[in-house]
């Protein structure tokens, strides 16, 4: 899933290899990494003590989430404070289907991702009709409104204490397998978004985040493409917060507030704007620090904050432009 | 190459009556009309604040127009979304050369392709891998294959413009609105993309309408001229007509 593919090393490349068709190698999914990372998170899934296997498990759910952010970010051009709605209304949509409609499990965890997308798709219709900081003040209200409502309907969210018990936390299974059932959603889903931004749909999509004016000059409506941002970003939160409602056995207002839509940009922006593995890098970075080093530190935000600061300051493309240094360094700058 | 041939010379494809447009007090488009015919190679001259942009940027949908008419192959042009101004087979470059400065210049051409092909929804990257010859074609076209895998922040001012004319090029447009498609370049420089794309455009059979500062370039290229005054049409002729009125060299040429 990384950028690039690996040729075998520097200079390699057969004449044959045509200097044309590499063009288009990038856009491949690397199988190798990610079977790779899937092989190390097992493995750490079984190994490492109850604690950092909790760790490993929301590392991983947002790390989804992020990179459904990205999407808004770096590839579809719309900034957002209030994504985490999508988030929270996946482990809403489990928890009423199956609490106040009584539908069957499966089919109530199932119905998470695609409540979220029906609420992007109608937020997003009204999102788009503005740009820019406008569309991001409009994705903040249409969060609110909806917080609001979970806040204070009773009968119908559980308020603010919410609902739990509609489904067995971890589906009732040891921590380690059910980290392995996120890690096969979450590889899954990455893989998904990554065959998105790299099929004709992604290109358009990148086309109008980067350049409106040249998009619809070209042919791109711009908001039939964001609204379709919007719906694919919805429906990928959803699964993230399926998956986090699911692994608590709960949900509450705050999976939808404001705290975790700021986690997800400052993931994002730790990671790394406009590159794909943006979302990846920025949760395990930052879920780490949070897990871990907020029990031997109080101020652990201190510390991310110290962190973001020396990104911002010292490498604005983030952990991916740190990587991609590296690489670079490491094949001698032989290739493009 | 087109697949629609393109009108026989002579017939009007592009009519403009009455177009007015304004920003507040300020009267950019005071009545424009204009006719131009098929294959026709269009220069619009004219001082600053003449209109010309203003007028490049109503038929391209990025301004709506106050009042007027725009019909272009007998259908309605006036205050269309540039989307829909783009399905109709008009394309346009900008003054300030606008393409997708983070992508490689070869995603950039790939990106016109797919949208041109219809399938831009799309999730099949087979779908981009059968564009990969044609893109390749395209670039080189524009003497630009060389530069396929390079970031377009990165490279020139001048491969920026041609690239943004190659992607334009790529959508197939029966009517192109170059807007000044030579500022900003050296002399040699200007003369290579002028001919460059005058090269294609006879080739495709291509209505062209462009606005430039540069005389040189106007006389070299265009078929007929159009003077722009104040918002309106001043004048128009031949090259030699244009270059001989006394009137367009004291409002223009600076001749007194």
């Known amino acids: ?336 | 190459m087109p697949e629609t041939p393109a009108a026989p010379p002579g017939e009007t494809v592009l009519t403009v009556s009455g177009l007015r447009k304004s920003f507040g007090r300020f009267m950019a488009l005071s009545g424009v009309d204009l006719k131009v015919r098929a294959g026709e190679v269009r220069a619009i001259i004219g001082p600053n604040g003449a209109g010309k942009t203003t007028l490049i940027n109503v038929l391209g949908g990025q301004l709506a127009g106050d009042a007027g008419r725009v019909v272009f192959a007998g259908k309605n042009l006036m205050n269309k979304y540039p989307h829909q101004v783009s399905a109709m087979g008009v394309g346009r470059t900008f003054q300030i050369s606008s393409t997708f400065r983070r992508m490689t210049v070869y995603e950039n051409m790939l990106s016109a392709h797919n949208a041109a092909s219809g399938r831009w929804f799309s999730l099949s990257t087979a779908l981009l891998r059968k564009m990969h010859g044609a893109v390749m074609e395209d670039l080189e076209s524009i003497h630009l294959a060389e530069l396929a895998g390079r970031v377009v922040d990165d490279i020139s001012h001048g491969d920026r413009k041609r690239l943004e004319f190659g992607m334009v090029l790529a959508s197939r447009p029966r009517l192109l609105l170059l807007d000044e498609p030579t500022a900003g370049m050296g002399l040699q420089e200007r003369h290579d993309l002028i001919d460059l794309m005058l090269r294609e455009i006879r080739e495709r059979k291509i209505t062209l309408l462009f606005v430039e500062h540069d005389i040189d370039i106007v006389f070299r290229a265009a078929d007929y001229i159009t003077v722009m005054a104040n918002g309106k049409v001043f004048a128009e002729g031949l090259p030699g007509e244009i270059s001989d009125n006394q009137e367009v060299q004291e409002i223009y040429l600076g001749v007194k």
């Not at chain 1, 199988?31 to 760790?55: I, N, Q, Y």
């Not at chain 1, 999508?86 to 609490?99: D, K, P, R, S």
């Not at chain 1, 711009?222 to 990928?236: A, N, P």
Request: aromatic fraction near 12%; charged fraction near 10%; charge should be neutral.
């Open chain 1, 1 to 336: 899933m990384a950028n690039e593919p690996s040729p075998a090393t520097p200079g390699s490349l057969s004449p044959g290899n045509s200097h044309a068709m590499t063009m288009l190698d990038k856009y491949r999914i690397n199988w190798r990494l990610t079977a790779a990372l899937m092989a190390v998170s097992v493995l750490g899934l079984f190994t490492l003590p109850p604690l950092m296997v909790f760790a490993l498990i929301e590392v991983m759910i947002f790390a989804l989430f992020a990179s459904a952010l990205n999407l808004w970010l770096s590839y579809a051009g719309i900034l957002s404070f209030g994504h985490a709605v999508y988030f929270g209304l996946g482990a809403y949509g489990v928890a009423i289907t199956i609490e106040r409609f009584g539908w069957p499990m499966p089919l109530g965890i199932l119905a998470g991702p695609v409540v979220s997308a029906l609420f992007a798709l109608v937020f997003g219709f009204l999102c788009v009709q503005l740009t820019t900081i406008y569309m991001a003040m409009l994705t903040l209200a249409c969060a609110e409104v909806t917080y609001a409502v979970a806040f204070q309907w009773f009968d119908f969210t559980g308020g603010d204490s919410g609902i739990s018990g509609h489904v067995p936390a971890m589906l009732g299974l040891s921590p380690s397998w059910y980290g392995v059932v996120v890690l096969v959603v979450v590889t899954l889903s990455i893989l998904a978004l990554w065959r998105i931004v790299h099929s004709p749909l992604g290109l358009t999509i990148r086309a109008v985040g980067q350049n409106t004016i040249r998009a619809g000059a070209m042919g791109h409506g711009r908001k039939k493409v964001q609204l379709i941002s919007f719906v694919i970003m919805g429906f990928m939160s959803g699964i993230a917060g399926t998956l986090f409602g699911v692994f608590h056995g709960n949900v509450f207002p705050d999976y939808m507030g404001v705290g975790y839509t700021i986690d997800g940009l400052v993931m994002v922006l730790l990671g790394g704007l406009h590159s794909f593995g943006a979302g990846i890098y920025g949760a395990i970075v930052y879920k780490t620090l949070d897990n871990l080093v907020s029990h031997f530190f109080l101020y652990w935000q201190l510390v991310i904050g110290v962190i973001l600061l020396a990104v911002v300051l010292f490498s604005p493309s983030g952990i991916a432009g740190i990587v991609e240094r590296i690489k670079e360094r490491m094949r001698g700058g032989s290739d493009v």
